[in-house]
């Protein structure tokens, strides 16, 4: 005979109804509530980390990515004025090196995850262990990142500040003893924080914690991710400002109706060169897993006298290059350059990674592609002084979703970081192709090759929705 419910009387009816901790993990309310401290938290977090990235920088160099002097001549001299002055142009080859002599150790005794780093890590979370990330090796991960951003490594913010959100989330789902639904949401909804503050784009971080770490679209989880990525990018705001990360000329957009030809050409081309970047990054890394039989914290460090020696080749490549790219799109580069530093930004990034350097491949996806645009736009319209900037914003859009296969990311990503919305019809043309494009030459993503490897299908996880009255696992 089955055991009769529990009824509780009107008294203890009451003390839940008032109860805070059953407010927060089983009603709606809590969830929002959850989320906006996840948000914030998660904002000062990138606040720290991009802080961290720019004080390494110029302690080392003098220079900050905001200010890099770019020359149109690569071999020209680069002038440092940091702790690394006396060395005159060889410092380039020394701060890669100084970098990593201090994150090579950190890795090695705090950063280990059972669950990986990166993005990769935050998705193999989500589907295999409840959404738990662990805050020192996350934290770990994002200082090392700094170190190697700062010391002219060629990778971006977003691999660490996923992790380092999605542990802030599994923090405060494990705090408020969320159930385990609720806490593989509030996971992902840490990422989605960070990666908003990061870029200084709320719609770009919820959607690419929607399509790549959750692969989930219900109403409930739209909620959840934009409460956090508003209250994420308003906390970053009150440090960093409120400026667009790409300062182009107002009103862009294309010439004649006809230049949507030009839009599909490229686009098939950024979306071949989108899957070519990934694959090169993994061949990279293969390559040097297989030559490689010393001591796992001693890689990094001889890894980058390579990476400081292509960096005293191309100066204009240290770091993440926002800068850099920002006056290619301006046209203030010669074409010369601009090639050299599309070439070699697929060297450093995979070499970075392949040493053990860490970061993501997000910012380095936006860069060659924002490259190979203003390349294409500079050779079909000579005459258009602004078709370097136009191309290149959806050569952006094409090989980022090429190699990240989140076309909805990348449209509003590029929207938000460029504020060009006139070009909001050609770049959803360009980033539809290259999915398709990308689709047809391989069966994973940057993100989703990392889970192959680890023998996950990267199927959709089980579901995340909130579910009210839910009891705890």
């Known amino acids: 005979m089955p055991k009769p419910a529990f009824i509780p009387t009107a008294r203890q009816r009451g003390r839940q109804r008032f109860s805070v901790a059953e407010i927060v993990r089983f009603r709606r309310g809590g969830l929002y509530l959850m989320a906006v401290i996840i948000g914030i938290l998660a904002g000062l977090g990138a606040v720290a980390f991009r802080y961290g990235i720019h004080s390494w920088e110029y302690l080392l160099t003098g220079q900050q990515d905001a200010t890099l002097p770019i020359a149109d001549d690569p071999k020209e001299a680069f002038?440092?004025?940091?702790?690394?002055?006396?060395?005159?142009?060889?410092?380039?080859?020394?701060?890669?090196?100084?970098?990593?002599?201090?994150?090579?150790?950190?890795?090695?005794?705090?950063?280990?995850?059972?669950?990986?780093?990166?993005?990769?890590?935050?998705?193999?979370?989500?589907?295999?262990?409840?959404?738990?990330?662990?805050?020192?090796?996350?934290?770990?991960?994002?200082?090392?990142?700094?170190?190697?951003?700062?010391?002219?490594?060629?990778?971006?913010?977003?691999?660490?500040?996923?992790?380092?959100?999605?542990?802030?989330?599994?923090?405060?789902?494990?705090w408020f003893h969320a159930p385990r639904t609720t806490a593989r949401l509030l996971t992902a909804t840490g990422v989605a924080a960070g990666v908003s503050a990061a870029f200084n784009a709320p719609l770009a971080g919820a959607f690419f914690a929607m399509e790549v770490i959750l692969l989930d679209f219900t109403s409930e989880t739209f909620v959840c991710v934009v409460i956090a990525c508003v209250a994420a990018t308003m906390t970053n705001k009150q440090f960093v400002g409120d400026s667009l990360s790409f300062t182009l000329h107002q009103d862009l957009t294309l010439a004649r109706d006809t230049d949507l030809g030009w839009v599909i050409v490229l686009a098939v081309i950024g979306g071949i060169v989108g899957v070519a970047f990934s694959k090169i990054r993994y061949l990279a890394e293969d390559a040097v897993d297989h030559i490689w039989r010393g001591p796992v914290w001693l890689r990094p460090i001889l890894g980058s006298i390579i990476l400081g020696a292509v960096l005293f080749a191309v100066p204009a490549a240290y770091g993440e290059g926002d800068a850099v790219l920002n006056g290619?799109?301006?046209?203030?580069?010669?074409?010369?350059?601009?090639?050299?530093?599309?070439?070699?930004?697929?060297?450093?990034?995979?070499?970075?990674?392949?040493?053990?350097?860490?970061?993501?491949?997000?910012?380095?996806?936006?860069?060659?592609?924002?490259?190979?645009?203003?390349?294409?736009?500079?050779?079909?319209?000579?005459?258009?002084?602004?078709?370097?900037?136009?191309?290149?914003?959806?050569?952006?859009?094409?090989?980022?979703?090429?190699?990240?296969?989140?076309?909805?990311?990348?449209?509003?990503?590029?929207?938000?970081?460029?504020?060009?919305?006139?070009?909001?019809?050609?770049?959803?043309?360009?980033?539809?192709?290259?999915?398709?494009?990308?689709?047809?030459?391989?069966?994973?993503?940057?993100?989703?090759?990392?889970?192959?490897?680890?023998?996950?299908?990267?199927?959709?996880?089980?579901?995340?929705?909130?579910?009210?009255?839910?009891?705890?696992?």
């Open 79 to 174: 002038e440092l004025t940091g702790i690394l002055a006396p060395l005159g142009r060889w410092g380039l080859i020394i701060a890669p090196v100084i970098s990593a002599v201090i994150y090579a150790p950190l890795m090695y005794f705090f950063g280990a995850s059972e669950c990986g780093r990166g993005v990769a890590g935050v998705m193999y979370s989500v589907r295999k262990n409840y959404g738990r990330v662990k805050f020192t090796p996350a934290a770990t991960t994002t200082a090392a990142s700094a170190l190697t951003i700062g010391g002219g490594g060629n990778v971006g913010p977003e691999g660490p500040i996923s992790e380092l959100g999605g542990a802030i989330g599994h923090a405060v789902s494990t």
């Open 328 to 473: 290619a799109l301006r046209g203030e580069l010669a074409l010369q350059l601009v090639l050299i530093l599309f070439a070699v930004k697929f060297i450093a990034t995979a070499l970075t990674v392949a040493i053990g350097g860490v970061g993501g491949t997000f910012a380095p996806s936006l860069f060659i592609g924002g490259m190979l645009g203003a390349i294409f736009g500079a050779i079909v319209e000579p005459s258009n002084a602004y078709a370097m900037a136009i191309f290149g914003m959806i050569g952006m859009g094409a090989v980022f979703t090429g190699a990240a296969r989140a076309p909805m990311t990348g449209v509003l990503l590029i929207m938000e970081l460029t504020g060009q919305f006139r070009l909001l019809l050609p770049l959803m043309l360009a980033v539809v192709i290259a999915t398709g494009i990308a689709r047809l030459l391989s069966e994973t993503t940057i993100y989703t090759e990392a889970l192959a490897r680890r023998g996950v299908d990267p199927v959709p996880p089980p579901p995340v929705a909130y579910r009210a009255h839910t009891q705890p696992s």
